[in-house]
T-cell receptor, first 113, second 115 residues
Framework: GESVGLHLPTLSVQEGDNSIINCAYS??????FIWYKQESGKGPQFIID?????DKRQGQRVTVLLNKTVKHLSLQIAATQPGDSAVYFCAEKPLGRYSTLTFGKGTMLLVSP | EAQVTQNPRYLITVTGKKLTVTCSQNMNHEYMSWYRQDPGLGLRQIYYSMNVEVTDKGDVPEGYKVSRKEKRNFPLILESPSPNQTSLYFC??????????????FGQGTRLTVV
């Protein structure tokens, strides 16, 4: 069947490089932002999140940056590894127990050994 | 192991033949949801459920039904499937209880083809 990775922008990097994946969000009312990773044949996997009262949050090898002025979100992956190859997409939602997510279309990251 | 389990993983069916995709989670999550994923369109929410017997429409509910009779199960029902429902479907669940909650657990997906 057709892969969900088709039609997506692609970022190709060498193993060991740092990767930066960008996302523009649309809703200025969104308070909470999430990055997901989706490997081929698998469901999305939560990576890291950030709330709108922050502009940076770090995890293990990943950093999310939020610029609310221009409604831009980025995911930085340090020392990218072949296992990082996947589709990455951002999601946004207003804070609240029952608010729903709006997903971006995603970026495919290809890591060469 | 915490997980969301969908069945079947792959399904080919004919137009108009009713089908059900099952979803089960073992984390006692209140909130469950269904998404479809299509090339160029990303993930779009079909239906969600905030608790047992509480369901609501997402962004693309037409042609689908759901039920939530038990906390752990959230089946997706296509009463009369059509070819435009050919897609990759994901079930997801999350905890409630705090503001920074999101779909943290997704199933492995069900690839449905309607001919």
């Amino acid at each position: 069947g057709e892969s969900v990775g088709l039609h997506l922008p692609t970022l190709s990097v060498q193993e060991g490089d740092n990767s930066i994946i960008n996302c523009a969000y649309s809703n200025s009312a969104s308070d909470y932002f999430i990055w997901y990773k989706q490997e081929s044949g698998k469901g999305p996997q939560f990576i890291i999140d950030i709330r709108s009262n922050m502009d940076k949050r770090q995890g293990q090898r990943v950093t999310v940056l939020l610029n609310k002025t221009v409604k831009h979100l980025s995911l930085q992956i340090a020392a990218t590894q072949p296992g990082d190859s996947a589709v990455y997409f951002c999601a946004e939602k207003p804070l609240g127990r029952y608010s729903t997510l709006t997903f971006g279309k995603g970026t495919m990251l290809l890591v060469s050994p | 192991e915490a997980q969301v389990t969908q069945n079947p993983r792959y399904l080919i069916t004919v137009t108009g033949k009713k089908l059900t995709v099952t979803c089960s989670q073992n984390m006692n999550h209140e909130y469950m949801s269904w998404y479809r994923q299509d090339p160029g369109l990303g993930l779009r929410q079909i239906y969600y459920s905030m608790n047992v017997e509480v369901t609501d429409k997402g962004d693309v509910p037409e042609g689908y039904k759901v039920s939530r009779k038990e906390k752990r199960n959230f089946p997706l029902i296509l009463e009369s499937p059509s070819p435009n429902q050919t897609s990759l479907y994901f079930c997801a669940s999350r905890e409630q209880g705090n503001l920074m909650n999101t779909e943290a657990f997704f199933g492995q997906g069900t690839r449905l083809t309607v001919v």
